[in-house]
């Protein structure tokens, strides 16, 4: 295994979207980490504690776009379409602050609040927690909101999106020791990160949460073989993790039990109906983001987004072992 660092500068840095003009910031192979140390914050790393509302909304008129700065591509040699990248988190502490930030015209009740808010925290030495109105206590369980692969195609495709390549997924669950498999789309893969985000609750209904940096990242990048994954899965300790995309919650929930429907015939080897009825009685679906942006003057807007959770304490321990085989043939 080799260490790679890859350090957030200009040359390194996209802002706002998945650039297949980029060139790769670092050629691995399957099994290498790479380290991304002192990322970027929001708007080229612009936003600073303590920054008023009035300020920021300058800092976009200098930064037009989407706000997230990604680091990539980092391609994994080897890598082809029919393959699946399993990025796994392995460290992530986040700067020593973080914002929450709404304006009108976004979140999910983009009609409901009139003025801009803006919140700053402090985190304490340990990234444990962070202080909020009256007392609260806020854990803090950082995670990146975004990880994906290269699309299809030559066009640049915005931070913004989701879809079967991972993207803006905001998953709370994609903490230190969760992994996430992405199916590849184009040679080496192309894997983009960014968005740190130091908490969230699920919903993501204000439309930020906790948005921090981090000073330590690293992730390995470990390539599968033909694994007939067609949307991103994420997995942790606990569970197996699937996604719904669509321009409403109900298409969401109904993409996210179809996939998961059919992709636990083909790794636990149960059957369709069978799969179905699991997902009744175990699998509880949440949503992920409920996105709304149409009043912001961002040129694409997220998909909503609904997960499934499947705990993996279910199946038998034979059961849990072929579907990990299936995941990761390579390991076997």
Same mark, same amino acid.
């Given at each position: &295994? ?24 670092? =050629? ?10 002192? $990322? ?9 504690? #303590?920054?008023?509302? @009035? ?19 980092? @391609? ?10 399993? /990025? ?5 502490? *986040?700067?020593?602050?973080? /914002? ?6 976004? #979140?999910? !009740? ?7 808010? &803006? ?12 202080? %909020?109105?009256?007392?609260? *206590? ?11 692969? @290269? ?14 390549? #991972? #993207? ?35 919903? &993501? ?5 906790? =948005?921090?940096?981090? @000073?330590? !990242? ?37 993409? /996210? ?21 699991? /997902? ?9 983001? %409920? ?13 909503? $987004?609904?997960?499934? &959770? ?23």
């Amino acid at each position: &295994m080799e260490i790679h660092t890859v350090e957030s500068t200009p040359v390194t840095v996209r802002s706002g979207v998945l650039d297949p003009g980029a060139p790769a910031v670092a =050629k691995i192979e399957s099994g290498d980490v790479v380290s991304y140390p002192d $990322t970027w914050t929001n708007w080229n790393n612009e936003l600073a504690f #303590g920054m008023s509302f @009035e300020e920021l909304v300058d800092v976009r008129r200098r930064n037009p776009g989407n706000p997230f700065p990604l680091l990539g591509p980092v @391609e994994v040699a080897g890598a082809e379409p029919g393959d699946v990248i399993e /990025c796994r988190l392995t460290a992530l502490r *986040t700067r020593d602050w973080g /914002c929450n930030a709404s304006h009108p015209g976004s #979140g999910a !009740l983009r009609d409901d609040f009139t003025e801009p808010y &803006m919140h700053y925290f402090r985190f304490d030495e340990e990234r444990r927690t962070a202080t %909020y109105a009256q007392g609260s *206590t806020i854990p803090l369980a950082p995670f990146l909101g975004i990880t994906a692969v @290269e699309p299809a195609g030559d066009e640049p495709v915005s931070a913004l999106l989701a879809g079967p390549y #991972g #993207g803006n997924l905001v998953l709370r669950e994609l903490t230190v020791g969760s992994s996430l498999f992405l199916p590849v789309a184009k040679p080496g893969g192309r894997v983009w990160i960014g968005d740190v985000h130091a908490a969230q609750g699920d919903g &993501m209904v204000d439309q930020t949460g906790i =948005k921090s940096a981090a @000073e330590d !990242l690293r992730i390995r990048y470990d390539l599968h073989k033909s694994v007939a994954l067609d949307a991103p899965l994420a997995e942790t300790e606990t569970h197996w993790i699937g996604f719904g995309f669509a321009d409403n919650l109900d298409d969401a929930l109904l993409a /996210c039990l179809r996939g998961l429907v059919a992709w636990l015939p083909a790794a636990a080897g149960i059957t369709a109906a069978e799969a179905y009825a699991l /997902c009744g009685m175990a699998v509880s679906f949440r949503i992920t983001q %409920y996105a709304d942006q149409r009043g912001s003057s961002y040129s694409a807007l997220p998909p909503k $987004t609904v997960h499934g &959770m499947v705990p993996k304490d279910v199946f038998p321990p034979e059961v849990r072992e072929r579907i990990g085989a299936w995941l990761r043939p390579s390991a076997r």
